[in-house]
């Protein structure tokens, strides 16, 4: 999203992380209008495990926001030095991070894009979330679209993952794949490539902590479980929720390990029972009841379930496997599409304007047809890849342009940047001369045929574009003269119908409105209104 410096306010020497956002960012619809709206909304959250939003602005059309400086590290960089962080530790981080998503969902700001390099550690041990409610600034479909599914993919939620509106359930479920990775070592689902982690948030399902992490409280492992559950309403309701339920663990391990004196215990040396007072025996005997049905509960939430049990089971795991398995097969054979659909749908993302829709109909529906049947589909793919490679040559150019890239790669994409240049300026004339000359330069050049391909896409584009709007007032006349016939005037509208003919009887691109506009002599107006001859 930008780039992040050290900065020094110039009266009163206050540090700040200052976050400069690229230019083309500005560029996207209504994305300053989300910009300022956003980032006052988190202006007012206030907590110490927040990281503080100072200010925004723009400055010679740069927008920034200047932010709390947090002198230390970020747990990513503890992950990397230390592996594993102890689970005592992991919930004392994790509780710090629920007091920073209640006080940002009770403000109605969700973050998601939380991951262990969003979490910075200061010295004294606490916790600071950062770049909170900034994802949703950036949440357009153009900005979504072009810089992937938005968030990270190892802590993504599944709903995420599917491209649906992300809540504050998707933010446990990222603390809960946080909570993983500090207790294991790894997030709770790694793959080859993005795309592959996404899938297995959606379907998969991941070993437990304490299965990899002995040690880790039966406890522990069941909160994180619950956070990492692939349906958002059986995940905690919210952050207080789960704050409660992990300070609760450390709790009853501590009356777990604690030496508290059984009933049958004889008192402390020195005490007697007849010193002791009405008060403290009843005192003795309510702690006593209550720390047995504390540990009663707490071997009942120890043993496993009957469902826990059959997981444990290899060979039930085994089966279950393999069922899924061949119900995956089942499932893909039925649903792979023919290649006509394939094709359909690669036509209808062409029908949609220039952007990220026509990459995805090369990537996944016109590539894929070329290489099962070349000699079927090549010449009915061609075309519309071409029309894509010259839409993938335009981004590239304009990119490089409004970047104030000073060096063009060769001296063709100079000419061609000029062409686009010309086009825009409405100049179309001088943009076809130079594609012609630029044409006829690269012709039997092995290293250019691929651009001569886009030249001529380019050239009928800037043609189309031409006559449409060269012969637009022609079609306003001829709805003109329409009018005048109906009102009753007849030698006006011929009139117009004479000019047409007189004027673009001889100009290519004009067929069309000569053709209508004798037409309508023919048919409109009789022989005895002494119709020029030439007009036919």
């Known amino acids: 999203m930008g780039t992040v410096y050290l900065g020094t306010h110039v009266e009163t020497g206050q540090q700040a992380a200052i976050k400069i956002l690229p230019p083309s960012m500005a560029r996207e619809e209504g994305f300053v209008a989300r910009f300022v709206r956003e980032i006052d909304a988190m202006k007012h959250l206030q907590s110490p495990h927040i990281v503080e939003l100072y200010e925004s602005g723009e400055d010679l059309g740069t927008y920034y926001y200047a932010m709390e400086y947090v002198a230390g590290e970020n747990l990513t960089d503890r992950l990397k030095r230390e592996k594993r962080i102890p689970w005592q530790e992991a919930i004392a981080i994790a509780v710090q991070v629920c007091k920073a998503l209640k006080s940002a969902h009770n403000a109605g700001i969700v973050h998601r894009d939380l991951k262990p390099s969003n979490l910075l550690l200061t010295p004294d041990g606490t916790v600071k979330l950062s770049d909170f409610g900034i994802a949703q600034i950036f949440a357009s479909s153009r900005l979504t679209i072009?810089?992937?599914?938005?968030?990270?993919?190892?802590?993504?939620?599944?709903?995420?993952?599917?491209?649906?509106?992300?809540?504050?359930?998707?933010?446990?479920?990222?603390?809960?794949?946080?909570?993983?990775?500090?207790?294991?070592?790894?997030?709770?689902?790694?793959?080859?490539?993005?795309?592959?982690?996404?899938?297995?948030?959606?379907?998969?399902?991941?070993?437990?902590?304490?299965?990899?992490?002995?040690?880790?409280?039966?406890?522990?492992?069941?909160?994180?479980?619950?956070?990492?559950?692939?349906?958002?309403?059986?995940?905690?309701?919210?952050?207080?929720?789960?704050?409660?339920?992990?300070?609760?663990?450390?709790?009853?391990?501590?009356?777990?390990?604690?030496?508290?004196?059984?009933?049958?215990?004889?008192?402390?040396?020195?005490?007697?029972?007849?010193?002791?007072?009405?008060?403290?025996?009843?005192?003795?005997v309510g702690s006593t009841v209550a720390r047995d049905l504390f540990r009663i509960q707490m071997e009942t939430d120890s043993k496993p379930s009957l469902v826990a049990r059959w997981l444990d089971n290899v060979w039930f795991l085994a089966a279950l496997l393999v069922l899924l398995v061949l119900g995956t097969l089942v499932m893909l054979k039925w649903r792979t599409p023919r290649p006509e659909q394939l094709f359909a749908q690669g036509q209808k993302l062409l029908q949609q304007p220039e952007g990220p829709d026509w990459e995805t109909a090369r990537e996944k529906y016109f590539q894929p047809l070329v290489e099962l049947d070349p000699e079927t589909w090549a010449p009915q793919v061609d075309p519309y890849l071409a029309r894509i490679q010259l839409y993938d040559l335009k981004r590239k150019l304009l990119g490089r342009a409004l970047n104030r890239d000073p060096t063009p790669r060769s001296e063709p994409e100079t000419i061609l940047r000029r062409v686009l240049d010309l086009r825009q300026q409405g100049r179309t004339s001088e943009a076809l001369q130079k594609l012609d000359a630029l044409e006829i330069l690269i012709q039997d050049q092995h290293d250019w045929n691929s651009l001569v391909t886009v030249i001529k896409r380019l050239r009928d584009e800037i043609s189309e574009q031409e006559v449409s709007s060269r012969f637009d007032y022609i079609s306003a006349a001829l709805k003109r003269a329409g009018e005048l016939l109906q009102s009753g005037k007849k030698a006006e509208a011929r009139s117009i119908w004479h000019s047409i003919i007189v004027l673009y009887a001889d100009t290519p691109g004009a067929a069309e409105y000569v053709d209508q506009a004798r037409q309508f002599l023919v048919e409109k107006i009789t022989p005895e209104q002494n119709v020029p001859s030439d007009a036919f």
Not at 152 to 173: L, V, W
Not at 185 to 192: E, I, L, S
Not at 199 to 211: E, V, Y
């Open 146 to 284: 072009t810089g992937g599914i938005l968030g990270t993919a190892e802590f993504m939620s599944p709903e995420q993952a599917q491209g649906r509106r992300a809540t504050k359930q998707s933010d446990i479920y990222s603390l809960g794949a946080v909570m993983y990775v500090m207790l294991t070592g790894r997030p709770p689902f790694t793959g080859k490539t993005t795309l592959d982690i996404i899938q297995k948030h959606k379907f998969s399902q991941f070993d437990s902590p304490k299965r990899l992490v002995p040690e880790v409280p039966f406890w522990l492992d069941e909160v994180v479980c619950q956070c990492l559950a692939k349906k958002p309403e059986e995940r905690y309701p919210d952050a207080y929720v789960l704050q409660l339920r992990l300070q609760e663990i450390v709790k009853k391990l501590e009356l777990k390990n604690s030496d508290l004196p059984d009933e049958g215990n004889p008192p402390p040396e020195g005490v007697t029972v007849a010193e002791t007072t009405e008060g403290e025996v009843g005192h003795h």
